[in-house]
């Protein structure tokens, strides 16, 4: 006989549903921080403990929350965003479903603060299964919305596990972070680790787009960088315009870093990725991936923004036909850059000397002029703090060096043993021979010295 169909009590169907909105840490970051956006925050802050699974919190300076509205805030399907559905033709926000706070709390503990313009007080409240777990409590509060979330994945046992089997999340909830801050370049995102006081983004909010990519991924990435800018204006039926940054052929990575933006999404596009990687492994000599940013835009009304859980990506009028004029772009910017290739060339002998310098001479003590406790610091990061020094101040130096020639005397010891066990008639008594190039290892100037030791 047939099983019997049941209904499954509504528990559950959240908690099925809340573990495809939030299948990682990360993805509870992207929502949180799409909200914050959302909400017209200019300052975004992300703290996370232990790869996000103790702890995630997010915040924000935007609009806040009503008082009015927290006992439905983390509901399923409660939103500001959408009303009807032929709203989601149009939609311009990051969030749509009012499913991704509601389905934080189903599988973890939600604590939110948040004060609204001209209230004198914030409150705070905390959310269990959709549903508040005490009344509002007023609060101090700064301007906008604090969400935390503690202990994801409690009641998934399943999930919990793998998550710490694997690796930490926290590079992920990085490179989120980092990515957000390339395309939102007036939004100033911080991230960093619970009680690290350094932050591991730190966007700083700019007007220019290069700053903000030189902020986040270094100087020597935006050093490699072309503009590149892309539009389909002609054609009647649409209006598809796309611009960023792609990397040159003097740029070297072993992996492809591709920051999408459709509709000031970020979304994945595989087959828009093998395109342009293919143009670049066709074009440059050198098997260097690409390093791409691309905001692309387009009627809102040809992008489907809900056809994944976690709105990882979006659909496409003409997809074909946008990733063709895009490959062509890149393919004629590589052409043109690839004839006026500039190899970096490296002053090595200078920094090779630097570098002996601060090696050899950590530590050094160095007695203030005031005549304080003397303290231990490289002679790399010394500065002459008085006038009546003189430059440099070589005694200093000299220190160093003179333990350099202690070392350097072992090594010309060890030098002849190993001479003589190669070549044994070597080894006779050649005992003024040795004695020779003692003296005049001693007797070098102590720039050939540091040298010599290196070689
Ligand atoms: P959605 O973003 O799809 O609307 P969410 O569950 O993410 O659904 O959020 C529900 C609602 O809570 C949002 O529509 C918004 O009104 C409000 N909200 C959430 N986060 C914030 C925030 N950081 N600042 C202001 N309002 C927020
Ligand atoms: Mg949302």
């Known amino acids: 006989a047939p099983p019997r169909i049941r209904r499954l009590e509504e528990s559950v169907v959240n908690r099925i549903a809340a573990g495809e909105v939030i299948q990682r840490p990360s993805s509870a970051v992207k929502e949180l921080v799409e909200n914050s956006i959302d909400a017209g925050a200019s300052t975004v802050s992300v703290t996370v403990k232990d790869g996000g699974l103790k702890l995630i919190q997010v915040s924000d300076d935007g609009h806040g929350i009503r008082c009015e509205d927290l006992p439905i805030l983390c509901e399923r399907h409660t939103t500001s965003k959408l009303s009807a559905y032929e ?23 939600v604590t939110v603060t948040t004060i609204t313009e001209g209230q004198l007080h914030g409150y705070r409240v905390s959310y269990r299964d959709g549903v508040m777990e005490n009344d509002p409590k007023p609060c101090a509060a700064v301007k906008g919305t604090q969400v935390m979330v503690e202990n994801l994945f409690y009641n998934m046992v399943a999930r919990r596990k793998t998550l710490q089997n694997s690796n930490d999340d926290y590079p992920k909830i990085v490179d989120f972070i980092s990515r ?9 995102f911080s991230c960093r680790k619970h009680g690290a006081n350094r932050a591991d983004v730190h966007s700083g909010s700019t007007s220019s787009r290069l700053d903000a990519i030189r902020n986040v991924y270094g100087a020597s990435v935006v050093r490699d960088l072309m503009e590149i800018q892309v539009s389909d204006e002609n054609a009647v039926d649409e209006i598809f315009k796309m611009d960023g940054f792609i990397s040159n052929a003097n740029y070297v990575a072993k992996k492809t870093t ?32 690409p390093f791409i940013y691309m905001s692309i835009n387009l009627p809102p009304e040809h992008v489907d923004v809900n056809i994944h859980p976690t709105k990882k990506e979006v659909s496409l009028l003409n997809q074909e036909r946008i990733i063709e004029k895009i490959k062509d772009a890149i393919e004629e910017k590589l052409m043109n850059c690839n004839n006026t290739r500039i190899f970096q060339t490296q002053a090595l002998n200078s920094s090779a000397l630097t570098q002996a310098n601060t090696r050899k001479d950590k530590g050094t003590e160095v007695s203030t002029p005031t005549g304080e406790k003397s ?16 430059s440099g101040r070589l005694h200093t130096y000299w220190q160093g060096q003179t333990s350099n020639l202690e070392k350097k005397s072992g090594l010309v010891a060890v030098r002849n043993i190993v001479r003589s066990r190669r070549n044994p008639k070597d080894a006779g008594d050649l005992s003024s021979r040795h004695e020779l190039v003692t003296e005049i290892d001693y007797n070098l100037h102590p720039g050939e010295l540091i040298l010599t030791c290196d070689v």
């Open 258 to 289: 591709m920051i999408l933006f459709i509709n000031d999404r970020l979304v994945d596009c595989t087959s828009l990725k093998r395109a342009t990687e293919f143009v670049y492994s066709a074009i440059l000599p050198q098997a260097s991936k």
């Open 375 to 390: 303290q231990k610091i490289p002679v790399s990061q010394m500065v002459r703090t008085d006038p009546r020094d003189p």
């Open 87 to 109: 709203d989601l033709q149009t939609i311009k926000s990051m969030g749509f479903r009012g499913e991704a706070l509601a389905s934080m709390t189903y599988v973890g503990h």
């Open 180 to 188: 957000f801050a390339v395309h939102h370049i007036n939004v100033n």
